[in-house]
């Protein structure tokens, strides 16, 4: 058989048109399977750097907010030893985030009804030969003769269990002198040791500060939980115990500001008092920019006075305050341990995560902050 150069260029040139086709086909089909995947991709880098730019922007929201809450202690003053040496006193059950009891803020005494806001301080006073030691005078060698403990403490309260107004432990009770009152005598004593106000190291749950100046005032922090409104239907929210503050809760952290003023046991501003106008100290109002609802404007203990700290899309999950030194220094002169000299500070634990009502705008996990720091107070 004989082969032309013709007839070999055409059939090779029907091969080669046919071959072209088959990889034009395939190489589109590459094509454009690459397009999609690109094309997927980007919409994929715009969905991941969307989420990213509102988790960094979430953050930043959350570290703002925190730190005006910072600052707020920051301004806030010294350790309210009185209001520790209260609170330990009327108990640290906790309930909601905060403490289950009421302490009156030093409005109230011992031994009184609290219709009348109670009696006035007592004092410490060594018995007939027994010695009242340096642990104060809570549960006994008091001038009620009897346990105080669960039972409002007066503002003053806590100086008053470094004093020891019978310490030479005779039989007159403390009235050295016969002239019907146990102060001023020989035998009272400032023995520069005394009680802690609370227990060092272990975290509360809520903050209380003092600034004295030409007007005192009184800082309380305290962390405030409730079932989260927008949750997953019928899920639970812990209220008490170890597991406070888990399940479907949202928390917040809760100020409230008081003013001190010196209108005696009665704290009335119209009517006489013990005590009114003696340059001391023992009245508690409220300040102007919160809504108490008690006689003589005094806190009533009810949750409407506080105001919360954070906005309703931040959940505070949990908070602790570590307070230092747990004796005031300027009563504990006399004590040995070189920590009670120590400048007062706070150090605070905070967990902080987002509320139902924001968590479910975002896709994939919102991982929680955790946040400690150290605040040194102002005396």
Not at 217 to 235: H, K, L, S, V
Not at 261 to 269: I, M, N, Q, R
Not at 322 to 350: G, T
Request: include cysteine; glycine fraction near 12%.
């Amino acid at each position: 058989m004989k082969f032309s150069i013709k007839n070999i260029l055409k059939k090779s040139s029907e091969n080669s048109r046919a071959f072209t086709l088959v990889e034009m086909i395939v190489s589109i089909t590459i094509f454009a399977m690459i397009i999609i995947m690109a094309f997927s991709a980007m919409g994929n880098i715009g969905i991941l750097r969307n989420s990213v730019t509102n988790r960094l922007d979430l953050n930043n929201e959350l570290y703002s907010v925190t730190e005006k809450f910072v600052n707020l202690i920051k301004t806030g003053g010294d350790i309210n030893y009185e209001e520790y040496w209260n609170r330990q006193a009327v108990g640290t059950t906790t309930s909601s985030g905060h403490y289950a009891v009421f302490s009156g803020f030093g409005n109230y005494g011992s031994g009184g009804a609290s219709a009348n806001y109670g009696d006035g301080l007592y004092y410490c006073i060594s018995g007939n030969g027994p010695k009242m030691g340096t642990r104060g005078c809570l549960t006994g060698f008091n001038t009620y003769a009897s346990d105080v403990s669960l039972h409002p403490q007066r503002y003053g309260q806590y100086r008053q269990q470094f004093i020891d107004y019978n310490s030479n432990a005779n039989a007159d009770g403390g009235d050295e002198n016969a002239d019907g009152n146990i102060r001023g005598d020989d035998d009272d004593e400032d023995l520069g040791m005394g009680p802690s106000a609370f227990t060092g190291g272990v975290g509360m749950k809520e903050l209380y500060l003092i600034k004295k100046g030409t007007q005192s005032e009184r800082i309380y922090f305290r962390w405030i939980i409730q079932t989260d409104p927008n949750g997953p239907p019928n899920a639970l929210c812990e209220m008490s115990g170890i597991n406070m503050g888990s399940g479907n809760c949202l928390g917040n952290i809760q100020m409230l500001k008081l003013i001190g003023k010196d209108l005696g046991l009665s704290h009335s501003g119209s009517m006489p008092s013990v005590g009114k106008y003696d340059g001391i100290i023992d009245t508690w109002e409220c300040h102007p920019d919160y809504n108490c609802t008690g006689a003589n404007n005094l806190s009533a203990g009810i949750d409407t006075e506080w105001v919360n700290i954070f906005p309703p899309w931040i959940n505070v999950k949990n908070v602790d305050f570590f307070l230092y030194p747990e004796k005031d220094f300027r009563y504990a002169w006399k004590e040995s341990d070189p920590a009670i000299l120590l400048n007062s500070y706070v150090r605070i634990h905070m967990t902080i995560g987002l509320a139902w009502e924001k968590r479910k705008k975002i896709k994939g996990p919102a991982a929680d902050m955790t946040i400690a720091t150290t605040v040194n107070l102002s005396k």
